[in-house]
């Protein structure tokens, strides 16, 4: 379940993307679930990565294990019929877990948002599509760029456990349209413990 043996080093410099990818592919393929990420700043200059069903991913702790996004925007990604941009994204997809680990936007000034779930077949991001459940984000450090990012969004999901995360926008005046945690419609939301800044 490790990135590391897929290729992915963590030295901040060589693009983890697609390492990351094929251990997320590997583990919905064999069944493990379990997708891990040792201490180490982990370059995503890829987009976006897509969590699969049934996959949780987890590094050593908040600033232990770092995502670091890569400059600018993302390039959309379809996901399940949905148009995404976000570091870490389930997309219709139940059982997704995101837990102890840094997603670090400032760095590069990353233009998209650290986590999303959002609904599969949904062309318009309205109240159409199949949706996630049973996910969540525990223990995160969520660093976002001054811009306009949701750093936790959740689309209409159900059964959400949102729990001592850290979320730093960055924005230093209140001109940016950023949210830390939006959860749009959805029910059985647990939001507790968390620090925004």
Excluded: W
Aim: charge should be negative; aromatic fraction near 6%; charged fraction near 15%.
């Amino acid at each position: 379940g490790s990135v590391t043996v897929y290729g992915a080093t963590g030295d901040g410099v060589t693009d983890a993307y697609s390492y990351i990818a094929s251990a997320l592919s590997a583990a919905s393929a064999l069944g493990c679930g379990l997708v891990l990420l040792p201490a180490g700043r982990f370059l995503n200059d890829g987009g976006c990565l897509s969590i699969p069903e049934g996959v949780t991913i987890q590094g050593q702790g908040k600033g232990v294990t770092t995502i670091v996004g890569g400059t600018g925007t993302y390039p959309a990604l379809d996901v399940n019929g949905t148009e995404v941009s976000a570091t870490l994204v389930a997309v219709g997809c139940d059982h997704v877990t995101i837990r102890d680990l840094t997603i670090d936007h400032q760095t590069n000034g990353t233009l998209a948002n650290p986590i999303a779930f959002m609904p599969a077949s949904n062309t318009t991001h309205d109240l159409a599509g199949t949706v996630c459940s049973d996910v969540a984000v525990i223990d995160c450090e969520l660093l976002g760029h001054e811009s306009h990012q949701y750093m936790i969004l959740s689309l209409r999901s159900q059964r959400v456990d949102i729990r001592g995360n850290t979320l730093d926008g960055a924005c230093v005046a209140y001109s940016e349209d950023q949210n830390a945690i939006e959860i749009f419609g959805g029910y059985d939301v647990t939001i507790i413990g968390n620090k925004v800044r």
